[in-house]
């Protein structure tokens, strides 16, 4: 039975609707693997083994009456950031303490209304903060990918690691995640997956556990191209409780997949190349543009002048609005509640111990960003900083269809490696917030193996609400890179 | 038209001169929606504590604000009212404080770009006169919750059911002078957003309160340090807050003190404002655009939609009732104190002697009906009747004195006034024989008496009073007169 775990989502969905196995039994092998993983990995903070097995069920049912949904049957795992009614949601914080939300996040709920079952909730960065998964009150996730010869315990990334991880050990068919500066994509390259943040308002954020409102956005990380793009399509849609969920229509995502790229003009933007790349980066990132070359796509040099101060604008926007975000875990009306013998006392308790040092750091600066005297200087000139980024793209899709950059600038590190060290840890982000500040659209897919025997990911992003022509790149990108590479099963 | 002439200026006496008070309000009124302003959740009043939270009153994680349209219309149309800007592009920050009552950890409001810019509003004094303030800016935002500090002795208790209800907050420019002054505009603006239907102004409920701002200065001399007094839910309390608050200042002042820009509370028990917080523990409260809200852009089709609707306004109908029914700005205003009293009146005069009618309407009847603690919506008598009673004391079918008998028995519910005129027999004496015949009994039984008024005319009272008693009152009393002066040979 063990080889079920190991098919796409894709394929899963055909040999269910083929009979050929049952929800039940695709649940029950995904929940085996996750049983004897998950000590090693650390990937799931929560399982739900009954109520999967009995949502498998009724999926069953469902679909022998002729009323499957497009990912009926499917085994799913979500990050713990999104709400699931009467089930633990902590956002991998002390602060949540048995936070059992009485409502679903419309994501998920999306999903489950296409038939997709739930196997539990995966681990992330404390509310998502951080590039390693290090900051989870649950500890860290373990990468299942080790570098060649060597029994290091690497970081799967972050803050999406439990989703990624657990995609790339075949502990789940997909996976639901976030994405506030890289969260699904530097993830998604660190373990040989694909990820793709949508546009900004693709998925509505009611239901999600806010970190920073103007950059999160929610997207699926999968075994391939066409998975991610199947998971999305159920993600997606406009949602009248998320003011700024867009009203559109939600396209067939996984047909744009099989879409020629003959003719598509690909930006190449110089700014991306930064002193001291790793050569490795450089040539995944080479070897790609020679791909799209082969298939047809013209490729351009683009400049995107703006590029050096979108990390320093990302630090200041996303803990400002976190700073605001997290305010109301004041240990009043569910979660966690510190003892004090007054209002002061209780605040200060709750919040010391219920938050953990990224988060508090976090916030710190938020406030600080946001304070009388200091907003002009620091939040106000970040948020012009992001008008500046928002044109250089525009500017840049004046002339080409796509940009192909790499996802990160490494591959997984060590655990512990670069946790003494903010700014190190910040840096991971350095080609992915871009996309978060202009809202648009970047997916990350495995396109080598360094020479560590680590997954190196490309990132291609695309113009606002243009997901097809992402998916379109990615597939003919998925398609010559032909990476079958696994991490070895040293779990299990 | 209307007076403006202004009383005498409210001064204050301190050792070292006269002072002149300086006041700007900022009036927060609920806006009368069914709805919060971001969640779903009733705004009912009297409700059990916390039965009417929804989760995004409560904040709860992943929770998201939706701008209820309603609650937006009413603010424009509180600007249309204020003859103010409407902002076609406004915006909402976030206010952030920490307090049990204030789940997020922030207020949603309009911060920097309010949805109703600068606007005028006229107001009318008690006794008719007017003078006019500016308005700065009319701003949507979010109410808190209430802790309860009094219902144990170790634990403070928290009901969400205010938190995320509807607020207008409507900044006056430091326009006002003296107490009064103050009273009289949160008058007229509570009867403007009532007029609206905006706002119900019920102060009571705490559905309309106002922060004070007051400063003291030598008369004419530059604006001085202000203090903010906090939340005062009454005319009568922002009267007293105010002079006290002035007063207090003034003492400061002369003592050689300086005023430190601080915000106070209104203590209505020992009448006396005290220091909440001062400047240096005054909050940070970070405000930036709240991420989780689209700018709010208006239609301008959508405002003069709205605009097309407005009632007439309380000084419009002010100055209407005055040239078209001739009425002093008194009585006008009067009746404009409540919609539905103007709309009474003018029922009831269609036809008719105007101040007749307003005495009958504003004496009478709305006397009658605040005795007793109601409105004129509850009156037992329709307009119309009210109209007809006066139609028969100009036609001289009744008296002004039978009509109040008629009018008593028009409250006990007999119906129309002609009818009771009728059915009681009620209809006045014109038949001069019939005066003249009792006339001449009188004088006849009293001789001395009818000496007497050859003398002192004003004696004549006296035969009055009798004929009236033997007619039952019913005699017209013109006539009475006549035909005793006729008689009697003053």
Not at chain 1, 325 to 353: C, K, P, Q
Not at chain 1, 414 to 429: F, K, W
Not at chain 2, 406 to 422: L, Q, T
Request: charged residues 25%; aromatic residues 8%.
């Amino acid at each position: 039975m063990a080889e079920l775990t190991e098919l796409t989502l894709k394929a899963a969905l055909d040999g269910l609707a083929a009979k050929d196995f049952s929800a039940e039994e695709l649940a029950r092998a995904h929940l085996e693997a996750i049983e004897a993983a998950n000590p090693q990995l650390n990937a799931f903070v929560l399982t739900t083994p009954e109520a999967a097995l009995e949502g498998a069920r009724r999926s069953d049912a469902r679909r022998a009456r002729g009323e499957a949904g497009p990912l009926e049957g499917a085994a799913l795992g979500v990050k713990d950031l999104f709400a699931t009614e009467g089930v633990r949601t902590t956002a991998a914080s002390r602060i949540l303490g048995d936070f059992k939300p009485p409502y679903e996040s419309t994501v998920t709920a999306n999903l489950w209304r296409d038939g997709a079952v739930m196997l539990g909730k995966l681990n992330l960065d404390e509310f998502a903060m951080g590039s390693s998964n290090e900051t989870s009150a649950f500890g860290p996730v373990v990468n299942p990918w080790k570098g060649r010869g060597s029994n290091q315990a690497l970081t799967p990334g972050g803050s999406s690691g439990g989703s990624a991880a657990a995609v790339a050990a075949d502990l789940c068919l997909g996976a639901t995640a976030t994405d506030t500066g890289g969260s699904i994509r530097q993830p998604a390259a660190f373990t040989g997956t694909v990820g793709i943040k949508p546009t900004y308002g693709r998925c509505s954020r009611f239901g999600i556990v806010a970190f920073a409102s103007s950059l999160d956005q929610a997207g699926p990380i999968a075994k391939t191209v066409e998975d991610a793009a199947l998971l999305l399509r159920s993600m997606a849609g406009h949602d009248p409780k998320d003011s700024t969920s867009l009203p559109v229509e939600t396209p067939d995502f996984a047909a744009a997949v099989q879409r020629s790229v003959k003719g598509l003009r690909i930006g190449v933007p110089e700014e991306y190349r930064l002193d001291g790349m790793a050569p490795e980066i450089a040539a995944m990132w080479d070897q790609g543009i020679a791909w799209l070359k082969d298939a047809g796509c013209e490729i351009r040099s683009v400049r995107l002048p703006h590029t050096r101060y979108a990390l320093p604008a990302y630090y200041i926007v996303a803990p400002a609005e976190a700073s605001s975000n997290l305010a109301r875990y004041d240990g009043m009306r569910f979660g966690y509640r510190g003892e004090g013998r007054s209002l002061s006392e209780v605040y200060e308790a709750t919040r010391g111990e219920g938050f953990g040092a990224e988060v508090k750091r976090r916030i710190l600066i938020g406030a600080y960003v946001l304070s009388a005297g200091y907003y002009d200087a620091y939040y106000l000139k970040a948020q012009k900083v992001r008008r500046r980024i928002v044109q250089d793209f525009e500017t840049a899709f004046q002339e080409v269809d796509a940009l192909l950059t790499p996802t990160a600038p490494s591959a997984a590190f060590g655990l512990g490696e670069r946790v003494a060290d903010p700014i190190a840890m910040y840096l991971n982000d350095v080609f992915t917030v871009t996309t978060n500040l202009a809202g648009l659209p970047g997916l990350s897919l495995p396109a080598a193996l360094d020479a560590q025997g680590l997954p190196l990911g490309l990132q291609v992003i695309g113009r606002a609400l243009d997901e097809e022509t992402v998916f379109a790149v990615a597939g003919a990108l998925e398609k010559a890179a032909g990476f079958r590479a696994k991490p070895e099963r040293w779990w299990a | 038209m209307s007076t403006t002439t202004a009383p005498a200026p409210y001064r204050i006496q301190g050792r070292t001169g006269e002072w002149e008070v300086v006041i700007g309000l900022e009036v927060h009124a609920q806006v009368a929606s069914q709805a919060k302003l971001f969640s779903g959740a009733s705004t009912a009043f009297g409700a059990g504590p916390n039965e009417h939270v929804s989760l995004v009153d409560a904040a709860f994680p992943g929770m998201l604000p939706v701008i209820n349209r309603f609650c937006v219309e009413q603010a424009v149309r509180t600007g249309l009212g204020l003859r103010a800007r409407i902002n076609l592009k406004s915006r909402f920050d976030r206010k952030n404080y920490f307090y049990p009552d204030l789940p997020a950890g922030y207020q949603i409001s309009q911060y920097k770009d309010p949805v109703v810019g600068e606007g005028e509003l006229e107001v009318t004094r008690d006794d008719g006169s007017t003078f006019k303030v500016g308005i700065e800016r009319l701003h949507l935002e979010q109410d808190a919750g209430k802790s309860l500090h009094d219902q144990d002795p170790n634990w403070t208790y928290v009901d969400l059911n205010r938190a995320g209800v509807a607020l207008m907050e409507i900044v006056s420019r430091p326009d006002l002078r003296s107490p009064e002054e103050a009273a009289a505009y949160v008058k007229t603006l509570r009867q403007l957003v009532r007029y609206l239907g905006t706002c119900d102004g019920d102060m009571e409920k705490g559905n309309l309160r106002a922060d004070v701002n007051v400063s003291v200065r030598k008369p004419g001399g530059p604006l001085g340090a202000r203090c903010e007094i906090k939340n005062v839910n009454s005319m009568r309390f922002i009267q007293q807050a105010i002079a006290y608050e002035a007063r207090r200042q003034v003492e400061i002042l002369e003592d050689g003190g300086s005023i430190d820009q601080e915000t106070r509370l209104y203590d209505p028990i020992r009448g006396e404002t005290r220091s909440m917080r001062s400047k240096e523990e005054a909050h940070d409260y970070r405000y930036f655009p709240d991420p989780d809200l689209l700018p709010l852009e208006l239609d301008p089709d959508w405002v003069r939609a709205i605009e097309a609707t407005l009632p007439e306004l309380p000084d419009a109908k002010r100055s209407r009732l005055m040239r078209q029914y001739g009425l002093s700005a008194y009585d006008a205003t009067v009746l404009v104190s409540d919609p539905e009293r103007a709309a009474f009146f003018e029922t009831a005069a269609k036809g008719r002697d105007p101040k007749l009618v307003v005495n009958w309407v504003s004496n009478d009847l709305v006397g009658r009906l605040s005795g007793e603690g109601k409105d004129i919506a509850d009156s037992p008598i329709p307009p119309e009747h009210i109209g007809e009673l006066v139609q028969l004391i100009e036609e001289g079918v009744i008296s002004s004195k039978i009509a109040k008998t008629v009018f008593d028995r028009m409250w006990a519910g007999e119906g129309a006034p002609r009818a009771i005129v009728d059915r009681h027999g009620l209809v006045q004496v014109t038949d001069t024989g019939l005066i003249e015949a009792a006339v001449e009994r009188l004088i006849a039984a009293h001789p001395d008496k009818a000496e007497a008024v050859k003398a002192k005319p004003q004696a004549i009272g006296w035969f009055v009073g009798q004929v009236m008693k033997e007619t039952g009152g019913k005699a017209n009393p013109a006539a009475v007169n006549d035909i005793l002066k006729a008689k009697l040979g003053v």
